[in-house]
C-alpha cells in the first residue's frame, strides 16, 4: 500500500517557526511533526512514539509490514531537499520508501494526487492513505482500513467532533450506515459538528475525479463522491488536533501529553517540580527549585535554569531559560534564549534563535529568527 502526506502550503499560521523549516519539520511533543505521522500511523507502533530510530526493533518493522505501507510520497511544494535530507536516514531504518512529489506551482489537496498519480496506483487496486501534515491523533490504520473495506465506499474520511466546526470541511452523515450526505468545507452556517479529520482512505478510481491543476479536494472531490453516494465517514477514536496554528498547537500539545498519560506514562516527567503531564528530553538539563508544567515539552538539549516556571509551553531543541523565568502558554523557538526574570505568556511565539533580554516581558510577542528583545512587548504584535 502507499500513502501520500500533504505536505505543501507555506504554513503561514505558523510563522515564525515555518521560516526556518518547512511545517511538517517543526517540533511538536519533541519530534517533529511528520515523525508523528511516519512512526505512529504508518508504522502503527503508539509505544515507540518517544523511541530513537536506532532503538526501532525488527519486530516493529514487521509491523510496517504488517499494515502493508511500501512508500510514502511527500507532496510538496517548498524546499523539499530540506524534507528529503532530513528523512533520508528514516527510509532504511523504518523499511519503507520515501519519496517526493514536487509541484512546480501549489496544487491545493486534490492536485498533488494526480501529479503522484504513477506513484500511488501500482496496478494492485489497493486504496492509497491521505494525511494532512498538519495533524495530529492516534491513528486508528487498521481500524480504517477494515472500515473502508467493511462499507465498500470508494473513499472514506476519517471525522471527529469539534466546538467550532466552521473552520473545517464539515460533513452530515447518516449515523448508522457512516455514509456521507454532504461535505461543506468551511460552511458559514452551521451545517454540523462533526468535521474532516484530513486522514483518508482513497480507492485509485478517485484519481480519475482529479485533474492534474490546482484543485481542492474538499471543495471538488469529496462533495462529489457524496452526491455519488460513495463517501463513508468513519468517527475517530481518542484525540485530535489540527496544530497548523499556535493556539491549536498548544491544545493540540495538552491532547498529546495526555493521551501519553494513558498510553505510555512512563515517558512523561516526574518529580516534586513536576505539574501534570510534562515532557522533558533526556538530554536537557532541569535546575534547583523550578515549577514544570502542566502540559510543557522540552526538547533535547534545553537548559532550564534555577527558579523557572513553565506551563503550557514548549520549549525546542538547544534553547535556554534563564534563571527565574516564566513563561506560559508559548513556544520557544530552536536555539532562542529567554532571559533572567522575563515574564513570556498569552501565544508569545519565538522564532529560531531569538534573544530575550532579563526583565523582559512578553505579552503575545510573535518574534521573527534571529532577533533580540531589549524592550517589553506590551500588546500581542509581530516583532520583525
Ligand atoms: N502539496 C500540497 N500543495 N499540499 C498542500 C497545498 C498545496 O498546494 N495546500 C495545502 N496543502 C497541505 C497542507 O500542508 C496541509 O497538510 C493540508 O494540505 C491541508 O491544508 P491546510 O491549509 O492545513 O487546510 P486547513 O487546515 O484549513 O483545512 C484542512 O484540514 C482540516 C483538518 O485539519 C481541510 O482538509 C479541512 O476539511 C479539514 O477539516
Ligand atoms: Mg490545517
Redesign the pocket.
Known amino acids: 500500500m502507499k500513502a501520500l502526506?500533504?505536505?505543501?502550503?507555506f504554513?503561514t499560521?505558523l510563522r515564525p517557526l515555518t521560516l526556518s523549516v518547512p511545517?511538517?519539520l517543526v517540533d511538536f511533543g519533541n519530534k517533529p511533526m511528520i515523525l508523528h505521522q511516519l512512526y505512529h500511523a504508518l508504522v502503527r507502533v503508539v509505544d515507540t512514539l518517544n523511541a530513537q530510530l536506532t532503538e526501532f526493533s525488527a519486530t516493529q518493522i514487521e509491523a510496517l509490514k504488517e499494515v502493508g505501507v511500501t512508500e510514502v510520497v511527500l507532496?510538496?511544494?517548498y524546499q523539499p531537499e530540506v524534507m528529503l535530507n532530513f528523512l533520508k536516514d528514516f527510509e532504511s531504518k523504518l523499511g519503507i520508501t520515501i519519496t517526493c512529489?514536487q509541484?512546480t506551482?501549489?496544487?491545493?489537496?486534490a492536485?498533488?494526487l494526480a501529479l503522484a498519480r504513477d506513484k500511488l496506483v501500482d496496478g494492485s487496486g489497493d486504496p492509497f492513505f491521505v494525511?494532512?501534515?498538519?495533524?495530529i491523533s492516534e491513528y486508528p490504520f487498521a481500524e480504517l482500513i477494515q472500515f473502508h473495506k467493511a462499507h465498500g465506499g470508494e473513499a472514506t474520511i476519517m471525522v471527529t467532533k469539534v466546538d467550532e466546526p466552521s473552520?473545517?470541511?464539515?460533513v452530515v452523515m447518516e449515523e448508522s450506515s457512516g455514509k456521507v450526505e454532504r461535505?461543506v468545507?468551511?460552511p458559514k452556517v452551521f451545517v454540523g459538528n462533526k468535521?474532516?479529520?484530513?486522514i483518508y482512505l482513497l480507492n485509485p478510481s478517485v484519481l480519475d475525479r482529479i485533474e492534474l491543476k490546482?484543485t481542492s479536494?474538499?471543495k471538488e472531490v469529496f462533495p462529489r463522491i457524496a452526491a455519488d453516494a460513495g463517501l463513508f465517514a468513519m468517527v475517530l477514536p481518542g484525540f485530535w488536533m489540527?496544530i497548523?496554528q499556535p493556539r491549536d498547537y498548544i491544545t493540540g500539545l495538552r491532547l498529546y501529553l495526555g493521551s501519553l498519560r494513558k498510553k505510555a506514562p512512563g515517558k512523561l516527567a516526574s518529580g516534586a517540580h513536576v505539574l501534570g503531564n510534562v515532557l522533558v528530553h533526556e538530554t536537557a538539563v532541569i535546575g534547583e527549585g523550578c515549577l514544570i508544567g502542566p502540559d510543557v515539552a522540552i526538547g533535547p538539549g534545553c537548559v532550564v535554569e534555577a527558579g523557572v516556571r513553565l506551563s503550557r509551553c514548549t520549549v525546542m531543541r538547544g534553547a535556554r531559560v534563564k534563571q527565574h523565568a516564566c513563561v506560559s502558554s508559548s513556544i520557544i523557538g530552536w536555539h532562542s534564549t529567554v532571559g533572567k526574570w522575563a515574564r513570556v505568556e498569552n501565544m508569545t511565539i519565538l522564532g529560531e534563535d531569538v534573544h530575550v533580554c532579563d526583565e523582559i516581558y512578553s505579552n503575545g510577542g510573535v518574534v521573527l529568527p534571529h532577533k533580540e528583545i531589549k524592550s517589553s512587548i506590551l500588546k500581542p504584535e509581530i516583532v520583525m
Do not use: M
Open positions: 502526506i500533504l505536505v505543501g502550503g504554513g499560521r511545517k511538517p507532496a510538496i511544494n512529489s509541484e506551482e501549489p496544487l491545493g489537496t492536485g498533488p494525511l494532512n501534515s498538519d495533524v473552520k473545517y470541511g464539515v461535505f468545507e468551511k468535521i474532516n479529520a484530513g490546482p479536494i474538499e489540527d497548523g
